[in-house]
């Protein structure tokens, strides 16, 4: 079946600093792959996506490439901010499945 | 723009209780899920419906029914609460299954006492 598995939190970063959030995946098909944010007493939100091989999902300052190859898709944004502490959750959406897997959750804390 | 409304929001429950909790989306989509979400386990999916008058089971189904007898609500039901059934619930909806984007609820808290 299809799986998503993230880094572990929580992750502690300064005001600034460069984050990278690990995702990779397991599927049988082509999937679709995301990224949602859970800003603290709220629901997901879609942070950003990319649908094939090679596409880069970018929004807010945030990047991911979908990678076949390594079948992965981190999160990534060059200086990240105060308001960017939430816990950021990887998911992938494969046609025929019925449903959307995913990962585990990864907290972001940064600090001023 | 209400996009999927989840209620009630809060509620406290005791034990061998029972109740619904409603989700309600104006998306006119197909899709519709129900997830729990516990410290460190993430999301998990409880059951799904992929139209009106569907309804199929997810990985943690036991304990909960559900109903999805008109298109834009999704219905979730404890029919004997118990304290482990104390989480935040997700309602969420897409169109279909094809890589299109979910969209969630707000969550409702639930304690079990």
């Known amino acids: ?112 | 723009n209400a996009g999927v409304t989840q209620t009630p929001k809060f509620r406290v429950l005791k034990t061998g209780q029972s109740m619904t909790l409603l989700c309600a989306q104006d998306m006119n989509h197909e899709y519709m899920y129900w997830y729990r979400q516990d410290p460190g386990m993430g999301l998990r999916l409880i059951h799904y419906s992929v139209g009106e008058g569907t309804t199929a089971k997810g990985e943690v189904p036991d304990g909960y029914n559900v109903s999805r007898l008109k298109k834009q609500n999704f219905l979730l039901g404890l029919e004997s609460a118990a304290p482990s059934q104390t989480s935040v619930y997700f309602c969420a909806s897409s169109r279909d299954s094809s890589g299109n984007t979910i969209y969630f609820g707000e969550g409702s808290w639930l304690t079990v006492v």
């Open chain 1, 1 to 112: 079946g299809n799986s998503v598995t993230q880094m572990e939190g929580p992750v502690t970063l300064s005001e600034e600093a460069f984050l990278t959030i690990n995702c990779t995946y397991t599927a049988t098909g082509y999937p679709s792959l995301f990224w949602y944010v859970q800003y603290p007493g709220e629901g997901l939100q879609l942070l950003l996506k990319a649908t094939k091989a090679d596409d880069k999902g970018s929004n807010k300052g945030f990047e991911a490439t979908y990678r076949k190859e390594t079948t992965s898709f981190h999160l990534e944004k060059g200086s990240v901010q105060v308001s960017d502490s939430a816990v950021y959750f990887c998911a992938l959406s494969d046609y025929g499945y019925q449903k959307v897997t995913f990962g585990t959750g990864t907290k972001l804390q940064v600090i001023p």
